[in-house]
């Protein structure tokens, strides 16, 4: 089974930095696509920073110049490196990626989250 899984969370003062990652595991043939959201309490998903497959990337205006979304395909593996972190950032991150399975269709896919919390 396909899944994708972030780590790198956790709790940093404001000012600090944190990378992170999220690994696609089980029977890949591509991963592409990929991409990091945000969900704040009582807020909507919204996007943080994305990469195609030409290697484009889109960062949000509210973390432009402190996030940098990256990837390693043959790894399928792919990083948010956030700098300067503000408390606002503080959210469940998520990652997403348009994955092809070994036997099935290609589809979007979705990691469980991880949890960043910025202290001031």
């Known amino acids: 089974q396909v899944q994708l899984v972030e780590s790198g969370g956790g709790l940093v003062q404001a000012g600090g930095s944190l990378r992170l990652s999220c690994v696609g595991s089980?029977?890949?043939?591509?991963?592409?696509?990929m991409g990091w959201y945000r969900q704040a309490p009582g807020k909507e998903r919204e996007p943080v920073a994305t990469?195609?497959?030409?290697?484009?990337?889109n960062v949000a205006d509210a973390v432009r110049g402190r996030f940098a979304i990256s990837r390693d395909i043959a790894l399928n593996t792919f990083y948010l490196q956030m700098n300067s972190l503000k408390p606002e950032d503080t959210a469940v991150y998520y990652c997403?990626?348009?994955?092809?399975?070994?036997?099935?269709?290609?589809?979007?896919?979705w990691g469980r989250g991880t949890q960043v919390t910025v202290s001031s």
């Open positions: 990469i195609d497959r030409g290697g484009n990337t």
């Open positions: 997403n990626a348009l994955i092809k399975p070994k036997y099935f269709q290609e589809n979007d896919y």
């Open positions: 089980g029977s890949i043939v591509y991963i592409s696509n």
